[in-house]
């Protein structure tokens, strides 16, 4: 079975735009989450989608936003792009929505904002 | 909500000696408790995992011990080996916020020759 894949790996970007992000979970798993990484704060939960609803959302600003679609993929955008951005974007996917469902990560995307 | 604190920060053993991470969390709802390996430029990776029903899980070289009263969980890895090193992090979510899982600030693991 194919792991989770996150597409683009790579992306450097401007401040002031924006990026959309992709994440394709493990076949037949429904839940995506999505996190930050990053040296200074280290792992951060973003948001969680389950059958196309947002279930839950950390402590991030409204500029950075997702959606679910029908076949569980997942996107996550973040507009009005920051230099403080820059981080490896990790997307985790796990079979149902449970806190005890295991989570399996994707590679990530490096996001560099200039 | 949920913190998630993990010690040490770095810590160097020699081939073949064991090495414990330890973690303690402040919600004493948090139920489920995984532990993942990273290594550099890699994705974090399910090592092994504990759910609060459980006292401890054995999986080859790798343990987890969870002690719910004292709300630490640790993580033992024996016999090291070079392919150890890499940087483990603790985790814990909690039902009803289902998959987020709140992370600790990891541990540095080097194993030298």
């Known amino acids: 079975k194919a792991g989770v894949t996150q597409t683009p790996r790579y992306l450097i970007k401007t401040r002031g735009q924006q990026v959309t992000l992709s994440c394709s979970p493990i076949s037949g798993h429904r839940s995506v989450s999505w996190y930050q990484q990053t040296p200074g704060q280290g792992l951060q939960f973003l948001f969680e989608?389950?059958?196309?609803?947002?279930?839950n959302k950390g402590n991030f600003p409204g500029r950075f936003s997702g959606r679910q679609f029908s076949n569980s993929r997942s996107e996550m955008n973040v507009s009005t792009l920051e230099l403080g951005d820059s981080a490896l974007y990790l997307c985790?996917?796990?079979?149902?929505?449970?806190?005890?469902?295991?989570?399996?990560f994707g590679p990530g995307t490096r996001l560099t904002v200039t | 909500g949920e913190n998630v604190e993990q010690h040490p920060s770095t810590l160097s053993v020699q081939e073949g000696d064991s090495a414990v991470i330890k973690c303690t969390y402040s919600?004493?709802?948090?139920?489920?408790f995984p532990w993942y390996k990273q290594e550099l430029g890699k994705r974090p990776q399910l090592i092994i995992d504990i759910r609060s029903n459980v006292g401890e899980k054995k999986d080859q070289r790798i343990a987890v011990t969870l002690n719910k009263t004292a709300k630490h969980f640790s993580l033992h890895i024996t016999e090291t080996q070079p392919e150890d090193s890499a940087v483990y992090f603790c985790?814990?979510?909690?039902?009803?916020?289902?998959?987020?899982?709140?992370f600790g600030t990891g541990t540095r693991l080097q194993v030298t020759l």
């Open positions: 985790a996917s796990s079979l149902v929505y449970s806190s005890l469902s295991e989570q399996y």
């Open positions: 985790a814990a979510s909690k039902s009803g916020t289902a998959s987020k899982l709140t």
């Open positions: 989608y389950f059958s196309e609803t947002q279930r």
């Open positions: 919600d004493s709802a948090s139920n489920y």
